[in-house]
């Protein structure tokens, strides 16, 4: 019966309320008015489903005019064959007139004939007609018109309201029979009809009344008497849908427009009709009606945690928040009714330009409405839009170096703009928005980074736009990804407002609603939530512990042991693992330092810092002796060993840095020779990756290498030359992942982190070890203040897995567990990292010892002269050939004039740039300490005086030279262009350690005295049931919420495409110094 009567419902809104004729005969029109689905051969074919016997139905189509099929051939059985094939009502059984010959289905009798005893009806699917004898059945019926006799009436509507009254009267007649629905649906298709024929009809007054009555007498309807007669909810159904479609056809439409309450006040009555039918049941109910469909639903309150009304197939339905934002409102109620009504066009004219799909929303209780506002989470509402707005398409290509201006004009300030840009590459863009003129960095407004991961499209709200309309332009460009010719994009955009229908105002308003992330062109995505200040406070208090009686509950030690035995233990392996970090600290102190390469010039002040990171694997470190060149677009550098007398490098998974300084800008450094010697006694060596820092543009260059350098690992080679990586390479999720995970788990786990923090990190063993071990007083304190609290039988249950409850007293413990943890897991970790280090500068004593001149000779001299020559003879720009080997005294004059030469050179260059100004400094560094040598020698080591004087003289003539060249470029070259030095973390001050390891000891005392104080106030039972539950709590900690923080700040960092980090640090600038001082000493000179 249940769903018998919900396919009733549908059918009646669905095909009743098509009855009426497009205009009424008030309206002059050669239209015949009669609408028939189904028409064959002047006879109206129309299915009627309900619930009725055989006798019934034949009265109930009489009294619509017609009646049952009584003739069944075949033009007519292919006529129902094809109905079948395109309507849904082939799983339904009609009734036939009487005498049509069937199939008899029913109890074995002889000889059995179609009489009045039995009754036939039709299947459709597939087309069968069958006897029976048992004709109280319930069907629906096939009823038949003569179309030709109607057309002789006065163009007589066929319609469930065929057999209307022409008396012309007064609506008032209603106004009397409201309390008995029967008469007052008489009464109402006589005035329907009275409307139809009368000219200016319906008047606003007879109108009004009429949508009252008929309000007043369905709400006056009781459940009971709606099921008893299904026609009564059919025709207040046609009667509502019928004053509409008069009141929307009448003939002065333009000059008396209807009300724009109108709509609200008819639906009314669908709404109460459709709320009195899902009091009956709980199933999910769908009314289709001419203009949309009412989706229904009957449930408890709590059933309505992110319920879904609507159709997702078709695009539009409802997405309700959870109970808990609900529940507020909805307290008292044993059950609710949640109903969303969809409509294919606007009802309500508005400027706004309103398009596709208009929905509403109605929580009830049955009786009356439940009005929500103020949730904390809002209501998700998706519309789906057939015809959608025209986007703006362009295909513009990307020259090199260039990027591209769009514009978009805003007319309303309350739209949302969805701009997409679709590269045909996988590259990123820096999107940048102005007003009313292009962005520069004065005026840009809002900016953001598009990729390939998070979509190429940029949503821009109302807020972001700042309410302001006119033209708003886009700034389009690379974003840390490398050119391609033939680069396009594809540019487009629409627009979108989400609003709501007030009915105060009688206007579509924005307030509380705005546009959701998800809307595309075919569907919009509205949030819509009259949001203010809204909150609870639910706080669970911790187990109470008098600490009065401190004393007291101390002297029961003896007793109770089991604490203090577990904290005892605990700080003796604290004792023993600190002793162990003092000592591994030590030792890695010395591995921190930048090793300043001895093989670098002292005259080249050129830098470049070089990382080499040296993997993690067994016996990844190498005794050999190391070499490097870089070679760059513009020249290349010496091959250098990279070696340090201090410490030891290149062991297993150490990160070591050089500072190798060239006389010349060498340009992109395109890639980097690796090569060793195969000495010592493990001189396999396996090379994660290297990093190389123009130390004056901070450009850094990245090579992932990942082999082995070795005779015996690999591909057996000792030398190879690494290419550096592109952009897309360097910002893969595999390298940041891996990097980030690997650095993750050796800094960001503070327990792990222990064993092998990474080499270049501020933050000690010793501060890491101490740490933990405040950080498990920390959390043995909170475990067991909380510890077996009561069970709040009230507190709601957030998530259930079978026997596993979770509610939300446990979620808020962890809160303010999490809240309590603050200082120890964040403020002291924190003080530690960003700890400025201590950097110790050498003594004067130390630089003269490391630094004491050789002796000057004749062969040092003409050695230190050809080096020179060399090293500029190593850029292709420079155009200096190699000097052959300096043999006497007698070649300095050659080398002296080529040197001036190469001065002459520069000398031309009427462009400056960085390279001549370094070549320059170079040069006069190497010109003076020729000349210094010179100085210190005497004639003697010469062929003669005049050639030591003319030497002498040459070589002061060339330092003048060079000095006005060194000038000139200065003077005129450009400043490089330094990228921004971006700053890990915000350093503190050094002393600040003092703060950190003053808290640490005061939290790590608090935390040891509240839980001796609970351990004795709990006594020694309880004491050894906490113990055995910190346990699993430290097992969770460990091993599955740290790695997972690890792995989870790994993935983010991936997903956003974030480059990784070079490492920076202060020894930088230290050993910067030190090869500026070895180029004073070297030169003579403070100042180059």
């Not at 849904?88 to 000889?111: C, D, H, M």
């Not at 009802?347 to 949730?375: A, M, R, Y």
Request: with cysteine; charged share 20%.
């Amino acid at each position: 019966m249940d769903m018998f009567f919900r396919n009733a419902v549908f059918l009646w809104i669905s095909v009743g309320f098509l009855s009426l004729p497009e205009k009424s005969e008030a309206c002059p029109s050669n239209d015949l008015p009669v609408h028939c689905e189904f028409v064959f051969r002047n006879v109206c074919f129309e299915f009627v489903r309900g619930s009725k016997t055989w006798s019934q139905a034949r009265s109930s189509c009489e009294q619509r005019g017609g009646e049952l099929l009584k003739v069944m051939n075949t033009p007519i059985k292919i006529l129902l064959k094809n109905i079948t094939r395109e309507r849904s009502i082939s799983n339904f059984t009609w009734w036939l007139g009487e005498r049509v010959p069937g199939k008899y289905q029913g109890p074995a009798k002889q000889n059995v004939n179609v009489s009045k005893d039995n009754c036939t009806y039709v299947k459709l699917n597939p087309l069968q007609l069958v006897v029976t004898s048992d004709c109280n059945e319930r069907r629906g019926l096939l009823c038949t018109h003569n179309l030709w006799s109607l057309s002789n009436t006065k163009k007589t509507i066929v319609s469930s309201h065929a057999t209307r009254s022409r008396l012309k009267r007064s609506v008032e007649g209603m106004s009397e029979n409201v309390r008995d629905i029967r008469k007052l649906l008489q009464e109402a298709d006589k005035e329907l009809r009275r409307m139809e024929e009368t000219q200016g009809e319906p008047t606003n007054d007879n109108r009004d009344k009429f949508i009252k009555y008929l309000l007043n007498g369905t709400q006056k309807l009781t459940l009971e008497l709606a099921l008893e007669n299904n026609d009564t909810i059919s025709h207040i159904l046609n009667c509502s849908n019928a004053i509409l479609l008069l009141s929307m056809k009448k003939c002065d439409i333009k000059a008396n427009p209807n009300p724009t309450s109108l709509f609200e006040n008819v639906f009314e009555i669908l709404r109460e009709v459709t709320v009195l039918v899902g009091l009956e049941t709980t199933e999910p109910l769908i009314f289709k009606h001419p203009t949309g469909v009412v989706y229904q639903r009957s449930s408890k309150p709590a059933e309505l945690d992110h319920g879904v009304l609507g159709s997702e197939k078709d695009g539009t339905f409802i997405k309700l928040p959870s109970f808990s934002a609900l529940k507020s409102w909805l307290v008292g109620y044993d059950s609710v009714i949640a109903q969303m009504s969809t409509f294919s066009s606007n009802p309500h004219t508005s400027d706004d330009n309103i398009s596709g799909t208009v929905c509403s929303l109605l929580i009830s209780n049955g009786t009356s409405e439940i009005k929500l506002s103020n949730l904390t989470e809002p209501i998700e509402i998706f519309l789906s839009r057939p015809i959608a707005t025209t986007l703006i398409n362009s295909t513009v290509e990307l020259e090199k170096n260039t990027e591209v201006l769009s514009t978009v004009s805003v007319e309303d300030p309350y739209m949302t703009i969805f701009f997409s840009v679709e590269p045909n590459a996988n590259v990123s863009l820096v999107l940048a928005m102005s007003h009313e003129s292009p962005p520069n960095r004065t005026n840009t407004i809002a900016t953001t980074i598009l990729s390939q991961t998070g979509g190429y499209r940029w949503m821009i709200t109302p807020e972001m736009l700042q309410w302001t309309p006119g033209v708003w332009y886009i700034d389009i460009r690379l974003f840390n990804s490398t050119w391609e010719p033939g680069l396009t994009l594809k540019i487009s955009s629409f627009t979108t407002k989400c609003l709501y229908w007030h009915t105060e105002l009688e206007t579509w308003n924005t307030d509380g609603c705005q546009v959701g992330e998800k809307t595309t062109p075919e569907q919009a995505h509205c949030l819509c939530n009259h949001l203010t200040l809204f909150g609870s406070s639910f706080f669970v208090m911790p187990n109470n512990v008098d600490i009065s009686r401190t004393a007291e509950l101390f002297a029961t030690v003896t007793e109770n042991y089991v604490v203090l035995a577990l904290l005892c233990a605990f700080f003796g392996l604290y004792l023993i693992t600190l002793l162990w970090a003092c000592y591994a600290d030590r030792r890695s102190r010395s591995k921190r330092k930048m090793t300043l390469l001895e093989d670098n010039h002292p005259g080249a002040l050129y830098n470049y810092l070089i990382g080499v990171q040296t993997g993690h694997r067994k016996n990844a470190g190498t005794s050999a002796n190391v070499t490097v060149k870089l070679t760059g677009s513009e020249g290349e550098s010496d091959t250098q060993n990279l070696t340090d007398p201090d410490k030891p490098v290149f062991e297993r998974g150490a990160f070591d840095m050089f500072l190798l300084s060239t006389p010349f800008p060498l340009g992109e450094v395109r890639n980097v020779r690796l090569q060793h010697d195969n000495s010592g006694g493990h001189p396999s060596w396996y090379i994660n990756k290297v990093t190389v820092q123009d130390l004056q543009t901070r450009q850094v260059w990245h090579y992932f290498c990942g082999c082995w350098l070795s005779a015996d690992h690999g591909d057996g080679m000792t030398k190879k030359t690494f290419n550096a990586a592109k952009n897309n390479e360097i910002a893969s999720f595999r390298n940041i992942f891996q990097s980030r995970t690997s650095t993750g788990f050796r800094d960001e786990h503070i327990w792990v982190s222990i064993v092998d923090p990474p080499s270049r990190s501020p933050f000690t063993r010793a501060q890491r070890v101490s740490c933990c071990m405040s950080l498990l007083l920390c959390t043995m304190a909170i475990n067991i203040a909380f510890w077996n609290i009561p069970v709040d039988e009230d507190s709601p249950v957030l998530f259930s897995l079978g026997s596993l409850q979770i509610t939300w007293q446990e979620i808020m413990v962890g809160v303010e567990s999490g809240l309590l943890m603050f200082p120890i897991n964040i403020l002291i970790i924190t003080i530690f990292r960003s700890i400025r280090p201590r950097i110790i500068s050498k003594s004067k004593k130390d630089f003269e010892e490391n630094l004491r001149p050789p002796a000057v000779t004749v062969p040092s001299i003409l050695k230190d002269t050809a080096e020179v020559i060399s090293l500029v003879s190593r850029s292709p720009r420079n155009k200096m050939s190699e000097m052959p080997r300096l043999e006497s005294t007698t070649d300095l004059g050659p080398a002296l004039d080529r040197v001036h030469e190469f001065i002459q050179f520069m000398q031309g260059e009427s462009e400056s740039d960085p390279h001549w100004v370094y070549c320059s400094k170079f040069l006069l560094a190497g010109l003076c300490h020729l000349m210094m040598c010179l100085e210190k020698l005497d004639a003697k080591n010469f062929q003669s005086p005049h050639e030591y004087q003319q030497t002498l003289n040459i070589t002061n003539l060339l330092v003048r030279k060079a000095e006005m060249v060194l000038s000139c470029h200065l003077v005129y070259c450009p400043r490089p262009v330094k990228k921004k030095k971006k700053s890990a973390s915000c350093w503190l001050p050094w002393w600040c350690v003092f703060l950190g390891w003053f808290l640490l000891l005061s939290i790590s005392g608090i935390s040891t005295f509240f839980t001796l104080l609970y351990g004795f106030e709990y006594g020694k039972e309880k004491s050894i049931k906490w113990v055995m539950s910190l346990g699993l709590s430290l097992f969770q900690s460990i091993f599955i919420l740290q790695p997972l923080k690890v792995i989870g700040v790994a993935v983010v960092f991936a997903l956003l495409l974030k480059p990784v980090a070079v490492e920076e640090s202060e020894e930088v600038e230290q050993v910067l110094l030190e090869q500026q001082d070895k180029c004073r000493r070297y030169s003579g000179r403070d100042t180059m």
